[in-house]
Structure formats: structure tokens, C-alpha cells
């Protein structure tokens, strides 16, 4: 059996997307997450997932056969470049424009910019400016 590691200690611990074209989604997260650096963690015939966020057809099991609706969810960006590519990566992979690049007034030094995904869902990639991390996670393995 293999070995698997998961990394907690984030404020989310998992979050999951139903969509209507996993494909679409499976290409558009693909292209998002190689500019964030983050790995697709594994995929099946009707889900992917990668880090804390699980992506399904209606018809994976734990879809439980429903649609979920629009969501908002945030992924950290290392800094602003990294804003940037995101939201380039994300519109020439199918998302479309919610919120160019820029700083927004949440907090000084909120950097963020927003797409639709291919199901609608707020996709958001945020650098909060810089900052020191006591860890960058908790490394769990089993």
C-alpha cells in the first residue's frame, strides 16, 4: 500500500466542488493549480482532488447525486506574480473575468483577483502581503 501525505493546519480543511463537466473543471484546476504549485493529488473515473479541494461529477458517490450550487473559495498565492498567473492561467483555460489583479480594501496589503469557474463557482487566488509562517503546514503521512 502505498503512502499518502496530507498536509494540515490551514484555516480550511477540505472543500468540494460538484460540477456539471468534469473534464472542463479537470483542465481549467489543472491549468490553476500548476501556477500555484500545487499537485493534482489524484483522480478517478468522476472526481479529482488536490490539497484540501475534492472536485466530482453529480454522479461520484459523495455528490450524492446533486449539483451544489455557486461557491467562493480562496486559494494562498505565494505573492502578486503569482496573483497574476493565476488569473492569466485561469482565463485562457475556461474561467471567465470576476475581478482583475489588484488590491482590494480587506486589509492593507490584500492582493487578489477572481474568475468563474466552468460551473460559476468564485475562484480566488489571494497574497496577503508579506508575512512570516511559523510552518508552511503540518505534515501528516500514513
Keep these: 500500500m502505498a503512502t499518502q501525505t496530507l498536509h494540515r493546519g490551514r484555516l480550511i480543511d477540505h472543500l ?3 460540477v456539471n463537466d468534469l473534464e472542463s473543471s479537470r483542465r481549467f484546476y489543472a491549468a490553476v493549480f500548476d501556477v500555484l504549485g500545487v499537485p493534482i493529488g489524484g483522480s478517478g473515473e468522476d472526481y479529482f482532488w488536490a ?5 466530482s461529477s453529480a454522479a461520484s458517490r459523495a455528490a450524492q447525486g446533486a449539483l451544489t450550487g455557486r461557491h467562493h473559495l480562496a486559494f494562498q498565492a505565494r505573492d502578486r506574480a503569482m496573483v497574476d498567473a493565476f488569473h492569466r492561467a485561469a482565463l485562457a483555460h475556461g474561467g471567465r ?3 482583475a489583479p489588484g488590491e482590494r480594501a480587506y486589509h492593507p496589503g490584500y492582493y487578489a483577483a477572481f ?3 466552468p460551473d460559476g463557482n468564485n475562484i480566488e487566488a489571494v497574497h496577503h502581503g508579506d508575512a512570516d509562517r511559523s510552518a508552511a503546514s503540518v505534515e501528516i503521512s500514513f
Design 16 to 18: 468540494q466542488l460538484v
Design 51 to 55: 490539497d484540501e479541494l475534492f472536485v
Design 97 to 99: 473575468d470576476n475581478g
Design 115 to 117: 474568475v468563474l469557474d
